[in-house]
């Protein structure tokens, strides 16, 4: 019986992979919150295929994830997010050939491949993840330069408040204020909030003092 992991903090993501590993024959399924949970699943199902969405879970950084994979090597992993950085990707595809990668608008064959190929012991990466990996482009760094209201959202993150608690306080919406977060990632390289304001420390945008996450 194939053992499977959603690591997937977006409901509707969850219960859509769900149901497209359900129809795949006798598996069993098993759903993980957070990092320290995800480690304790492992230890019980070593030979599993975990589904994460990177950016929506508690690793510190991508170190920190190539670590638990290091640690247990029969697992196989496969990336599913919205967006990933150029960084990111060629970091987890030079380090480890037990990474799959998709997103979330990538099309169901892909996904449905990528659990495939994951279950054999295999790597997938969808079109957009090989471009990028292939892509000979060079790309020199470019300093972050955040908006002050981008500045503002940052320290509000450090401060760990959740983006509708920072919308209610700038009468914005929900939405806003994700697209905000979604900038300030794109801008800064990062794919997490706790990576956002680790570099925000670095570069003397939030105080470390009220460094939250």
Same mark, same amino acid.
């Given at each position: 019986?194939?053992?499977?992991?959603?690591?997937?903090?977006?409901?509707?993501?969850?219960?859509?992979?769900?149901?497209?590993?359900?129809?795949?024959?006798?598996?069993?399924?098993?759903?993980?919150?957070?990092?320290?949970?995800?480690?304790?699943?492992?230890?019980?199902?070593?030979?599993?295929?975990?589904?994460?969405?990177?950016?929506?879970?508690?690793?510190?950084?991508?170190?920190?994830?190539?670590?638990?994979? =290091? +640690? $247990? @090597?029969? !697992?196989?992993? #496969?990336?599913?997010?919205?967006?990933?950085?150029?960084?990111?990707?060629?970091?987890?595809?030079?380090?480890?050939?037990?990474?799959?990668?998709?997103?979330?608008?990538?099309?169901?064959?892909?996904?449905?491949?990528?659990?495939?190929?994951?279950?054999?012991?295999?790597?997938?990466?969808?079109?957009?993840?090989?471009?990028?990996?292939?892509?000979?482009?060079?790309?020199?760094?470019?300093?972050?330069?955040?908006?002050?209201?981008?500045?503002?959202?940052?320290?509000?993150?450090?401060?760990?408040?959740?983006?509708?608690?920072?919308?209610? =306080? +700038? $009468? @914005?919406? !929900?939405?806003? #204020?994700?697209?905000?977060?979604?900038?300030?990632?794109?801008?800064?390289?990062?794919?997490?909030?706790?990576?956002?304001?680790?570099?925000?420390?670095?570069?003397?945008?939030?105080?470390?003092?009220?460094?939250?996450?």
């Amino acid at each position: 019986m194939n053992q499977y992991i959603l690591a997937d903090n977006q409901p509707l993501t969850a219960i859509a992979l769900e149901n497209i590993l359900r129809n795949d024959g006798e598996i069993k399924i098993h759903r993980a919150s957070g990092r320290k949970e995800l480690v304790k699943l492992l230890q019980e199902h070593e030979d599993s295929v975990v589904i994460l969405d990177y950016t929506l879970f508690d690793f510190i950084d991508v170190e920190s994830l190539l670590v638990v994979s =290091e +640690r $247990f @090597s029969m !697992v196989s992993w #496969i990336l599913i997010s919205d967006d990933l950085t150029e960084k990111f990707i060629r970091k987890i595809v030079y380090s480890s050939h037990a990474f799959s990668i998709v997103f979330k608008d990538s099309p169901m064959r892909d996904v449905r491949e990528a659990i495939a190929f994951a279950s054999e012991g295999r790597r997938f990466l969808c079109q957009r993840a090989t471009e990028i990996i292939l892509s000979s482009q060079i790309v020199e760094d470019q300093p972050a330069v955040l908006t002050s209201t981008e500045v503002e959202i940052l320290n509000s993150i450090a401060h760990g408040k959740t983006t509708k608690e920072i919308a209610t =306080e +700038r $009468f @914005s919406s !929900v939405h806003t #204020i994700n697209t905000h977060r979604k900038n300030i990632f794109r801008k800064l390289g990062v794919n997490t909030a706790y990576e956002a304001v680790r570099f925000g420390v670095r570069a003397g945008l939030v105080n470390p003092s009220e460094f939250y996450i």
